[in-house]
Nanobody, 119 residues
Framework: QVQLVESGGGLVQAGGSRRLSCAAS????????MGWYRQAPGKQRELVAA???????NHADSVKGRFTISRDNAKISVYLQMNSLKPEDTAVYYC?????????????WGQGTQVTVSS
């Protein structure tokens, strides 16, 4: 079964740091862009950061200078380093990837990991 599994969520104080990890498993033939989204209670899911297979990155304005996305193609993994966390960063964080499996290309989503930032 092809899947993405996130880890690293938890409770952190404002101003603290947290590193999220996401690893892909299963019969993945190729992987293109990877990214992180988040969804806070009562809000729509929003893009946090994305990274292409070549390493080009894009970060939402709300996290620029604080969060950094990276990936390890050999491990089929994507990471989100979160620094200077704020209470408004509290959300469920989802990783996503554009993957090619036997049937073809498609979007893959993780189950989500909760990040709670206390003030």
């Amino acid at each position: 079964q092809v899947q993405l599994v996130e880890s690293g969520g938890g409770l952190v104080q404002a101003g603290g740091s947290r590193r999220l990890s996401c690893a892909a498993s299963g019969r993945i033939l190729s992987i293109n862009a990877m990214g992180w989204y988040r969804q806070a209670p009562g809000k729509q899911r929003e893009l946090v950061a994305a990274i292409t297979s070549g390493g080009s990155t894009n970060h939402a304005d709300s996290v620029k200078g604080r969060f950094t996305i990276s990936r390890d193609n050999a491990k089929i993994s994507v990471y989100l380093q979160m620094n200077s966390l704020k209470p408004e960063d509290t959300a469920v964080y989802y990783c996503t990837a554009v993957v090619r499996t036997v049937p073809g290309w498609g979007d893959l989503w993780g189950q989500g990991t909760q990040v709670t930032v206390s003030s």
